[in-house]
């Protein structure tokens, strides 16, 4: 603008001053070309390091930390000594609920909170993707579902849900019976103390492998650790006109997927029920008054229904109240596509976003008395306002497997306190996080037999 100014008054003065001042003019009128070309050329560069400066004074406070490393250490160590929270508190405390940091060889930003839940679960694949750390893509394979966005995601999503969806569950529950109730007799027997993670892992796994691949006990189990021999019912899922929904390696990450994804978090909501059941007399009381009466209904041998599972609210309430306290998936990771804005921060393109979703099931300002365990708080769970309760997840990613987790809980708990009552034997109440918690080891109890089976 400057350089235009000062030609229109050098014209002017031409005007009335004669050829000298005309002379003059062409000396101005050049040397304004120059500086116009030299502006034009440096126009773009100043406006990328104006935006590069504002950027960077955008980007959430905190530190990278040490290149790679950054503060991966420091958080997988803190999740082993079960201090995840405090560490994450120290943040919050340092830079705010929004901070930068370097997790698994990423830049990070940490959000957490009603807000961050909802902006996580409400975004599409044109903001925010799904992109599991390195670690965690080598053992699932690059196209299970979380890795998978958009279309892709859709498609294979809904080839894999229509078997968890209740009409298809309906169908597994006498099948989970008699799994829960094999699994009971071989190992929960006699006075004896016995180890509650391992066996419930043994339990989801054998459940999985059972109903979504059709593997039944004995030595073909065993293949479904080894995926490229999997010969499960994944493998024949065919379309109306018998045409191939997911190609070989879809089907085969997915397999990976749902085995990890389906007994690692069930078995641990479980083994924390049987924990919080032990040390809260009252609440084991009540869940046993529920399953009794469900159980005298039945002939000996008879295996429960959908409509018995109805009627286990109680339980469910339990179950809901540990997942609270104790969730086994306490956050995730995501992706940015582009530069995006968050409370305030520029989140550049490529980074990764941690979120800490389970962080409000531990805010006050949410949940009364945070650490008293209290089913009764779910009585009514349409009035807890959205995005605070989120063991699921939530939006397109919400998990699928919510209601195959719901059956086999309850219809092992059903059989847990029908026929046996157990005592603690831990010589300390700890749990550490691997991500998922898991208590001292594998939470010995001792059991004493109620009624046969
Ligand atoms: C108590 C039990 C369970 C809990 C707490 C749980 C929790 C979760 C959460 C929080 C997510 C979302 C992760 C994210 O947004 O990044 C998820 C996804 C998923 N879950 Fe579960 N889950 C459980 C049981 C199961 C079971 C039994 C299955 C399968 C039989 C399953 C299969 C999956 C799959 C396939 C996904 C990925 C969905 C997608 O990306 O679209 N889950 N689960």
């Known amino acids: ?52 400066i504002r950027s960077s004074k955008r980007v959430p406070p905190g530190s990278l930390g040490f290149p790679v490393i950054g503060q991966s ?52 694949g044109s903001v925010l993707t799904s992109k599991q750390p390195q670690s965690l893509k080598m053992i699932l394979g690059d196209r299970c579902l979380l890795e998978m966005n958009d279309e892709d995601h859709k498609r294979v999503r809904d080839t894999l849900v229509s078997f968890l969806k209740p009409d298809s569950l309906k169908r597994y529950v006498g099948k989970m019976d008699e799994e829960v109730r094999i699994h009971l007799e071989t190992y929960w027997k006699d006075e004896q103390i016995i180890k509650v993670l ?33 010969s499960s019912s994944l493998l024949s899922i065919r379309g109306e006109n018998k045409q191939e929904l997911m190609s070989e390696n879809e ?31 009252n609440i084991h009381a009540a869940v046993l008054e529920e399953q009794e009466e469900i159980a005298q209904n039945k002939s000996p041998g008879e295996s429960l229904t959908w409509e018995d599972l109805g009627n286990m609210k109680y339980t469910w309430r339990v179950a809901m109240e540990t997942m ?39 805010d006050s300002s949410i949940f009364q008395e945070l650490e008293k365990f209290d089913p009764a708080r779910f009585e009514n769970t349409a009035s807890l306002p959205p995005y605070n309760f989120v063991p699921f997840g939530g939006g397109a990613r919400i998990c699928p497997g919510y209601e195959f987790a719901k059956v086999e809980t309850l219809v092992t708990i059903h059989y847990l306190v029908t026929h046996i009552t157990w005592k603690l034997c831990c010589t300390d109440d700890f ?23």
């Open 198 to 230: 391992p066996l419930m892992k043994t339990l989801t796994f054998d459940i999985i492998c059972s109903l979504l691949f059709g593997l039944e006990r004995g030595a073909r189990r065993d293949q479904m650790l080894h995926p490229t021999r999997t």
């Open 73 to 124: 250490l420091g958080l997988l160590r803190a999740m082993k000594a079960n201090t995840a929270e405090k560490w994450l508190d120290e943040r919050v405390q340092k830079y705010g609920p929004i901070s930068k940091l370097s997790l698994f060889g990423k830049p990070t930003v940490f959000i957490y909170g009603q807000a961050a839940n909802k902006f996580l679960f409400t975004s599409d």
């Open 324 to 362: 609270r306290m104790f969730p086994p998936i306490f956050g995730g990771f995501r992706q940015t596509v582009k530069d995006i804005e968050y409370g305030g921060y520029l989140i550049p393109k490529g980074w990764q976003i941690f979120l800490v979703t389970a962080k409000t099931h531990m």
């Open 251 to 281: 089907i085969i990450h997915n397999v990976m997927l749902i085995m990890v994804a389906g007994y690692a978090t069930s078995s641990i909501l479980i083994t924390f029920m049987v924990r919080l059941l032990a040390k809260n007399p």
């Open 431 to 453: 749990f550490s996080r691997d991500p998922t918690p898991v208590p001292t080891q594998g939470l010995p109890i001792q059991i004493i037999p109620r009624k046969p089976l």
């Open 1 to 52: 603008m400057f350089w235009y100014v000062k030609m229109e008054l050098v014209l002017v003065s031409g005007y009335h001053n004669g050829a000298k001042a005309l002379s003059s003019l062409y000396l101005s009128t050049s040397i304004m070309n120059t500086i116009v070309a030299i502006s034009l050329f440096l126009l773009p560069v100043f406006c990328l390091l104006a935006r590069r």
